[in-house]
């Protein structure tokens, strides 16, 4: 990756904001497929907030940071689905997970997040519009999440996360971030900690700052292409 990458990813994302008259939204970096030095790369230049996929790759990758002694305080998401017999690892390891869709996770997530610890952020991921996708609740099934959610210890219910389907003509994605929108200021209207709606990737994130998104996750814009797994 060129060292003005995160620079001019973060000129974009003021421009597309400005031109919104939106708040610039938080950038998550998604380092899923790249090394610790990549990671601590961007981290050098003052990125603090890293997506990942997979449970035991950040495990392998955020050992790796702590072992050089570099930096110690990046904030770890995990964005890919979880499975509940890997909630108690990642109770231990994130920050945030913006993944959770059913009630199994919320109990296990809360059962296993260690006291010791700020309690874990969670994103409810909302499937809006992507038939195709197995991640994700209901629109119908958010408020009972997050009812749970909110009265789980150890949990801060922070607010949605969506992926839309990739529909090839970027603006036909709109409809779908729209109806994020609604759903997170119906959150927000009742939960006063809700402050996060995660949406838009590389290819749509100027799409999504129009639509209000407050927390975008970019991976190849930021680190280039990605290996294929
Ligand atoms: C991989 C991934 C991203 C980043 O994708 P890019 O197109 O590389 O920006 C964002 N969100 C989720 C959930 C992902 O899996």
Not at 10 to 26: C, E, F
Not at 80 to 86: E, I
Not at 103 to 108: F, R, T
Not at 151 to 165: F, N, Y
Request: with cysteine; hydrophobic share 40%; glycine share 6%.
């Amino acid at each position: 990756m060129s060292h003005l990458a995160l620079q001019g990813l973060l000129d974009r994302i003021s421009v597309a904001s400005v031109a919104a008259g939106n708040k610039q939204p938080r950038l998550l970096a998604v380092s899923k497929s790249q090394d610790s030095l990549a990671v601590m790369y961007v981290a050098a230049q003052g990125q603090r907030a890293f997506g990942e996929n997979y449970v035991q790759e950040a495990s392998i990758k955020r050992a790796a940071i702590i072992r050089s002694g570099a930096t110690q305080d990046l904030e770890w998401h995990l964005i890919g689905g979880l499975q509940s017999n890997k909630c108690k690892q990642a109770a231990k390891l994130f920050d945030w997970i913006h993944s959770v869709d059913r009630q199994q996770l919320v109990s296990e997530l809360s059962k296993h997040r260690p006291d010791g610890l700020p309690p874990l952020n969670i994103l409810i991921q909302v499937n809006i519009d992507d038939e195709g996708s197995k991640n994700g609740c209901r629109p119908d099934e958010v408020a009972d999440l997050a009812d749970l959610i909110s009265r789980s210890p150890r949990l801060a219910l922070r607010g949605i996360m969506v992926i839309p389907q990739p529909h090839e003509q970027i603006e036909a994605r709109r409809p779908a971030f729209k109806h994020a929108k609604a759903l997170f200021e119906d959150m927000r209207s009742k939960f006063s900690q809700v402050d996060t709606l995660s949406m838009g990737m590389s290819n749509d994130f100027e799409l999504a700052i129009e639509e209000g998104s407050t927390m975008i996750r970019v991976g190849s814009a930021l680190f280039g292409p990605r290996a294929r797994r």
